[in-house]
């Protein structure tokens, strides 16, 4: 498979690259054979990170004997030194290996976030400090937030930076990849299928590929997906005038109502977790039902049901998005999937006592 250079990391690693979440949902067979395959095509890049249960897990034992030629990328939730340090020894653990490639901060979303990473002796400092002993070879930072992306690229800190794109959330194509090509800071594309909402395969990844740069990690759950992202990548790779059209109907159809999880529209006064909620659908395609359906999903909905429509989050929002009637489909659809759940569960559970 083509490689390129991760900014300055300095490292080659395959144009495509495994996103780990998804793998959470199968069983531990199938994660791992997912894993091997995506391997034997040629992908050297594999993402994983602390909190996706039991995929840092799953990726150690399907890379055993060939963690050498591979650039595992893993990431650390934790705002704290003491957290960071628990974290990263767990991670070297479950991965099953001497050093991570790439250690990232995750999810910040926020500059007091971005300041907690950064405080003096804080997570930052830790990371650092497990690169001089060799446990872990390069430092990135992953955000959904634009401003706080290009905080962290221009401050010099960071070798890598993980951001959503997508050719409906393509803003980082204008604002945020130009900067981190100007500081040679490797850029890491989350979210290439919109978090599940783009079934155009074909379309997306044309789309990703035309940036020389950028590695996209698609969350992989079956053979078939890396097999067809593969097989994209290595027929010509330019949009057909038929798929440009398509490009933009789906702009048209998906934008006037899609989250780009920027968080512009707060703060909520009912402290909704107005982004959460709103891509909801998307955690449910990726997550296994039982965690999906006892995550802090659910305190968001419940949260949600109970918007005072006072208007704030919609004069906030870039986008133009109708937040107050987005959140209460979202209510009514969590709640319908969530009545569906419960009758699955009480239905096993009376197949059990059975005798
Ligand atoms: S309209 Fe609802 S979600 Fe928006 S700020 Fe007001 S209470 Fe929060
Ligand atoms: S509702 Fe609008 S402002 Fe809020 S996260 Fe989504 S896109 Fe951003």
Same mark, same amino acid.
């Given at each position: ?23 959470? #949902?199968?069983? +531990? ?11 034997? &095509? @040629? $992908?050297? =890049?594999? /993402? ?30 934790? #705002?704290?030194? +003491? ?11 479950? &991965? @099953? $290996?001497? =050093?991570? /490639? ?254």
């Amino acid at each position: 498979m083509e490689k390129l250079r991760l900014g300055r990391t300095g490292m080659m690693v395959s144009k495509l690259g495994f996103g780990g979440i998804p793998i959470q #949902r199968l069983s +531990e067979k199938e994660a791992v054979a997912v894993v091997k395959r995506c391997l034997e &095509l @040629g $992908v050297t =890049y594999l /993402d994983t990170a602390n909190g996706y249960t039991t995929s840092e897990e799953r990726i150690g034992q399907a890379v055993k004997g060939q963690r050498e030629k591979l650039f595992i990328a893993t990431k650390t939730g934790a #705002r704290n030194r +003491e957290g960071v340090q628990a974290h990263l020894k767990l991670s070297l653990q479950r &991965l @099953g $290996v001497d =050093y991570i /490639d790439l250690y990232q901060f995750h999810g910040v979303s926020d500059f007091k976030n971005l300041d907690m990473v950064l405080e003096p002796d804080g997570p930052l400092a830790v990371a650092q400090e497990a690169k001089k002993a060799g446990l872990v070879r390069h430092i990135g930072i992953t955000s959904h937030q634009m401003d706080v992306a290009k905080k962290a690229v221009q401050s010099d800190l960071f070798e890598t930076i993980m951001f959503p794109f997508n050719f409906i959330t393509h803003e980082a194509a204008e604002e945020l990849l130009p900067l981190a090509r100007k500081h040679d800071v490797g850029f890491i594309a989350m979210k290439p299928l919109a978090g599940g909402m783009l079934d155009n395969a074909t379309i997306a990844f044309k789309y990703l590929f035309q940036f020389p740069d950028v590695v996209p990690i698609p969350g992989i759950e079956k053979i078939s997906e890396i097999e067809e992202i593969v097989g994209i990548l290595e027929k010509p790779r330019e949009m057909t005038t038929a798929e440009s059209r398509e490009m933009e109907r789906l702009r048209q159809e998906l934008g006037p109502r899609f989250c780009h999880r920027c968080d512009y529209c707060q703060p909520c006064t009912a402290e909704i977790p107005i982004s959460t909620v709103l891509t909801s659908r998307s955690f449910a395609k990726r997550l296994p039902p039982e965690r999906f359906f006892s995550s802090f999903i659910g305190t968001g909905i419940d949260r949600a049901a109970n918007c005072s429509e006072c208007g704030d989050c919609e004069t906030r929002c870039p986008y133009h998005l109708p937040i107050i009637e987005m959140l209460a489909e979202q209510v009514k659809w969590y709640r319908a999937e969530k009545k569906r759940y419960d009758k699955l569960v009480a239905s096993r559970g009376a197949n059990k006592s059975q005798p």
